[in-house]
């Protein structure tokens, strides 16, 4: 006798975070052991005037235990684009870091583009290699979180007047792909270009206790007009 297993979208739901939550390390008391930070909420990031510099800031944001930023360490330093991106992102939230139930101090990563004006669709590659990231506290979490290996421009929609900030929050995989990808801010028109870039980039994945895991990373272009 066949049988048909059929879920209604509740328990579809249920069965995909009951999956979700089986894929990541567990103890020997089978309590999760370590679910890295995510970010909540984020909003724009202003084009500093009087520059039209172009190119990528990479920042290590090091949280404590309620999620505050206690400091932003520059991997990628582009002045004055830096500046800007640290002044933002101090009105963003975040969601803590949890080792074996409890919030724990944490760092996570956070890469802004600040885009070029290519309304003809020209992608220009760049390299993003990384120091390795040391985690604030070892004996809390002993993770590292996920690192860009290579980036590319997102491609200027032609004919559009559309400019902003368009923040993602993508789930780095343990095989370094992006698994997920998720609006935080939104700009109609440059959001999907932005996502399209992301799914050219490479990546390495986060570890914990040297093993990879999935872990999410903050992606963000900024994205302005030309001016000249």
Do not use: H
């Amino acid at each position: 006798m066949n049988m048909k297993l059929c879920f209604s979208l509740p328990a579809r739901a249920i069965l995909f975070a009951c999956l979700l939550v089986t894929a990541t390390p567990f103890g020997a008391d089978g309590i999760t052991e370590y679910v890295p930070p995510d970010l909540l909420s984020a909003s724009n990031i202003p084009y500093p005037v009087n520059t039209q510099a172009t190119g990528a800031v990479s920042l290590l944001l090091s949280l404590d235990n309620n999620a505050q930023i206690q400091n932003m360490q520059a991997l990628r330093d582009l002045p004055p684009l830096t500046s800007a991106v640290q002044d933002a992102v101090q009105l963003w939230t975040f969601k803590p870091a949890v080792r074996k139930g409890n919030p724990v101090p944490s760092e996570i990563p956070l890469t802004v583009i600040f885009n070029v004006f290519n309304p003809a669709g020209s992608a220009a590659f760049q390299s993003l290699v990384l120091a390795p990231a040391q985690p604030t506290d070892a004996d809390a979490s002993q993770f590292t979180p996920p690192q860009i290996t290579l980036a590319s421009f997102a491609k200027y929609p032609a004919a559009s007047t559309a400019q902003g900030t368009v923040v993602l929050d993508v789930t780095i995989g343990r095989g370094g792909q992006p698994k997920q990808i998720r609006v935080i801010n939104d700009v109609p028109s440059l959001t999907s270009q932005a996502i399209s870039a992301i799914k050219t980039w490479k990546f390495n994945a986060a570890t914990f206790k040297s093993q990879p895991i999935a872990s999410q990373i903050i992606i963000t272009f900024v994205f302005q007009r030309n001016v000249s």
